[in-house]
Structures are given as C-alpha cells and as structure tokens.
C-alpha cells in the first residue's frame, strides 16, 4: 500500500511538472511569437497571422526552444536569417538609437518648457 | 526675437516632417527580406521525397559546381509558370536542381512532376514549412543558387523569368 502511495505521488509530481514547463514553454512562444513580423501579411505579429509562413515559423520556434535556445537566440537565429526588419522591437544600434533616444529628448524638450513657463508665471 | 528664432524653428521641423514623410510617400510598404542575409546554406535533415529516407544535405551537395535549390508546391501558379525555365535549366551540365516541395499534398505533388516534368535530381519533403524558414525563405517559389562550397550566391523571390535566366547563365560561366 505505502508503495503504491509513493508510485501514485511519484506519478501526481512528475505530471503537474510536465504541464507546468509545457504552460511555460506555451508562454514563451506566444511571448516571442508578438515580436516576430509576418512576412506574408506584414503589419501582423506571427502571434496574430494565420498564413502558412506565420505557422511553419510558430512550429520552428517551438523547435528551438525544445532544442534548448533561449529566447535571445532565437532572435538572433531569425535576424540572421531574415535580418532585423523581422523584429517588432529593433534594437539598439547606430541606425536605430535616433528612433530609441528622439522621445527621451522629447519629453525632457517639453519639460524643460513647461517648467520654465512656469517658472515665469510664479 | 526669441519669439522669431521659435517660429522659424518650428516651421523649419515641419518643413523636415513633410519631406520625410511626401518622400516616403512612394516607398514600397512591402518589405522583402534582404536576398544575401546568410552566405552560406544552412545543414539540416530533410525527408526524400519518394522514399521518405532522411538525408543530410550534405549528402547531397558534393558532386557539382553549381547547384539550384527550387522551393516549389504543386498549390502554387507561379511554380507553375516557371517551372519550363527549370526545365530548361536541368539540361545544363555543370548544374544540380535540388527540389525542395513546401507544404504540400504528396499526391498533388507527383501529378504535377509527371504532367509538367522533372527537373530534380533530388527533391525533399518539407511538409510543416520549417525546413524553408531554416533556408530564410518566405514562401514559393524561391530559387537559390549555390556552389560547391554550399555559399549562396544569389536567391530569387518569385518565379524564375527570362532575366533571371540570363542571371543565372551568367554566374555558372
């Protein structure tokens, strides 16, 4: 009886382990899936697409996580195959920093015309 | 006069807007993924097509100097409408055709072989479409052209035409 207890134990932890990672790994590709760029029917995530590049490309992301690549490496994976366009968030290099820093210089610009009107007023 | 330097700045930063955006204007919104963005083929398994064996392809890119990997669909017109060209190409020598038959219906597959010709010397399964994105395609047809070192020299998107051809003819020379 206490043997069977500890197989039936056994058998319940092994399980919900299994559901837990394979929950996860769900995760992952729908997380990764709403970065990546349909090249059929561009201005849709491959999260969103039906076409069958955006499945084939869901079953290859799925295969590289089984695989043991880690979500950076995915990405690099795809740029590398289809170059940086393929992300919906670009990265920070030389040709993008004007698109990351443009709202930061934005917002402080506005800022710093706010204040001083209202330095003025006062 | 700060008031001036304020206008003129702010009518300079549209003036900027608008020609940025009325040159764009004409810019095509279809985005296609640069045609050399890997140099050189990427290894994988695949299944044949008739045996359902799987085979490196490495198994397969050794004996020639030029090889010409079709991504081809028996669903697919524009395959249909280039598929003379490659017809054309198979009867040059120093050239290997090597089928790749994307997400297709096996059956549908053989049809089309045997109506329109075979131009393969070998031609693989991908049934999912995996092993095409593996290649950095996006769809059919896609031709890439690629010497004995397995480096890719040139990649087509969409059906061969006579250019193409001509293309092609020059860079087996």
């Known amino acids: ?122 | 006069m700060k008031n001036k330097i304020f206008l003129i700045s702010l009518l300079l930063f549209f003036s900027f807007c608008f020609v940025v955006l009325f040159k764009g204007l004409n810019n095509s919104n279809v985005y296609v993924p640069k045609k050399t963005t890997e140099k050189t083929l990427a290894n994988f398994v695949a299944k044949d097509f008739f045996t359902e064996k799987e085979i490196f392809f490495d198994q397969v890119f050794i004996d020639s100097e030029f090889y010409i990997l079709n991504i081809w669909s028996s669903w697919c017109l524009p395959c249909i409408k280039e598929h003379p060209k490659l017809m054309q190409l198979s009867k040059n020598k120093s050239l290997k055709l090597i089928g790749l038959n994307y997400r297709d219906n096996k059956k549908n597959a053989k049809k089309f072989i045997n109506k329109f010709g075979n131009p393969y010397s070998n031609i693989f399964s991908d049934r999912d479409g995996t092993i095409a994105i593996e290649l950095g395609a996006y769809g059919v047809p896609e031709t890439i052209i690629i010497d004995r070192n397995k480096k890719i020299l040139k990649k087509f998107i969409g059906p061969l035409d006579d250019k193409s051809i001509k293309e092609i003819n020059l860079i087996i020379k």
């Open chain 1, 1 to 122: 009886m206490k043997l069977l207890r500890i197989f039936l134990f056994i058998i319940i932890v092994f399980n919900t382990n299994q559901a837990f990672s394979d929950e996860n790994n769900d995760k992952l590709i729908n997380k990764i899936s709403k970065n990546i760029r349909c090249l059929i029917c561009q201005g849709q995530s491959i999260y969103d697409s039906q076409s069958d590049f955006a499945i084939s490309m869901k079953l290859v992301i799925a295969k590289k996580l089984n695989q043991g690549f880690s979500e950076n490496e995915i990405y690099e994976f795809l740029k590398n195959k289809y170059g940086q366009w393929i992300m919906y968030d670009p990265e920070f290099n030389k040709k993008t920093f004007i698109l990351w820093i443009l709202p930061i210089l934005l917002f402080l610009l506005g800022g710093a015309i706010v204040y001083r009107k209202l330095n003025v007023q006062k």
